[in-house]
């Protein structure tokens, strides 16, 4: 009998250090920060407005992202096994059916919370729901394709939140500009997604999940999502410079830069170099996004 199963038996409840680590806080950053960046689009000053922006990103972070690791760790545990068996499911910190409790409680708890937001904001809310229980879940479980699977997530992650800060405070639609530049963001994310698969490339691979680091192998993946990542960006670029805002252009034209140097250290050693790129050519990435939100915040009205 193995460790990890006598732990599952002697423990009924989840440690409470256990649950923090399932929803995993240092994923709640990039929904909250593209929250922001749709709050800072849409023009409206957050003065007028604190409890949505507070609430938004609330949501947008420890408890839609939260239920969504949660969803996933739980539909992942026998391939948590294989790549990381310290996980709080597989190691049994969290035992029995606790991780889909949770999983399930955070999903009410979204809906309800999403209903404070408007009909954008619960619409919105509803459809992330969706989108991580058809990301995780048997028998749609996207992200058995290397193609959807990191779409999804790039479009929850970065599309999905933008649409949302910028329909909530503007109590409508955003703006098609608003919306084409959140879309190509989100686009780009998917090769950030594609980056993260490289850590899970074994179990990956024995349990059937056509990442592209297990299609294409890592150094061919890797050269994909740098194209995926910079090609949205010079679009954003050819736009700002086309609506106006020149200076905006230019700043994000320099952020691109620095991703492109950063992707040749990446490309030396894909595998191994994916978790430092995450602190070094994402956080360029996420820059670029805010400006050209606040360049979005100058022209609303003028486009």
Same mark, same amino acid.
């Given at each position: 009998m193995?460790?990890?199963?006598?732990?599952?038996?002697?423990?009924?409840?989840?440690?409470?250090?256990?649950?923090?680590?399932?929803? &995993?806080?240092?994923?709640?950053?990039?929904? %909250?920060? !593209?929250?922001?960046? /749709?709050?800072?689009s849409s023009g409206v000053p957050f003065t007028s407005?604190? +409890?949505?922006?507070?609430?938004? *990103?609330?949501? !947008? $972070?420890?408890? +839609?992202? /939260? *239920?969504?690791q949660a969803a996933n760790d739980w539909c992942d545990r026998?391939?948590?096994?294989?790549?990381?068996?310290?996980?709080? %499911?597989?190691? /049994?910190r969290i035992p029995g059916r606790w991780g889909l409790w949770i999983a399930?409680?955070?999903?009410?708890?979204?809906?309800?919370?999403?209903?404070?937001?408007?009909?954008w904001g619960f619409g919105a809310t509803v459809f992330g729901v969706l989108a991580a229980w058809a990301y995780s879940a048997e028998p749609v479980r996207m992200k058995r394709s290397g193609i959807w699977g990191p779409g999804l997530v790039g479009l929850c992650y970065?599309?999905?939140?933008?649409?949302?800060?910028?329909?909530?405070?503007?109590?409508?639609?955003?703006?098609?500009?608003?919306v084409l530049?959140?879309?190509?963001? !989100?686009? $780009?994310?998917? $090769?950030?997604?594609?980056?993260?698969?490289f850590k899970a490339l074994e179990g990956d691979r024995q349990t059937g999940v056509n990442?592209?680091? +297990?299609?294409?192998g890592p150094e061919r993946a890797a050269r994909v999502a740098c194209w995926v990542m910079v090609l949205p960006q010079l679009v954003v670029i050819a736009l700002l410079v086309l609506w106006g805002a020149p200076m905006f252009a230019l700043a994000v034209t320099a952020? +691109?830069?620095?991703?492109?140097?950063?992707?040749?250290?990446?490309?030396?050693?894909? &595998? !191994?170099?994916?978790?430092?790129?995450?602190?070094?050519g994402v956080l360029m990435y996420v820059s670029g996004m805010m400006i050209a939100a606040f360049a979005l915040r100058l022209m609303e009205g003028a486009i």
């Open positions: 193995s460790v990890t199963h006598d732990i599952q038996i002697g423990r009924r409840y989840p440690q409470p250090l256990a649950v923090l680590t399932l929803i &995993k806080p240092i994923t709640w950053f990039p929904p %909250i920060w !593209a929250y922001l960046c /749709g709050a800072v407005a604190p +409890v949505q922006v507070a609430l938004g *990103m609330l949501l !947008a $972070g420890p408890i +839609v992202c /939260g *239920m969504s026998h391939v948590d096994a294989i790549n990381e068996p310290d996980r709080p %499911i597989p190691s /049994g399930l409680a955070m999903t009410a708890l979204s809906l309800w919370v999403g209903s404070f937001l408007g009909l970065e599309g999905l939140p933008w649409f949302t800060g910028a329909a909530v405070l503007s109590a409508g639609a955003p703006s098609l500009a608003i530049i959140a879309g190509l963001y !989100a686009f $780009g994310a998917h $090769g950030i997604m594609t980056l993260n698969d990442s592209l680091p +297990v299609t294409l952020l +691109v830069c620095g991703q492109v140097w950063a992707m040749r250290v990446l490309l030396s050693d894909p &595998k !191994a170099r994916a978790p430092w790129y995450n602190g070094t």
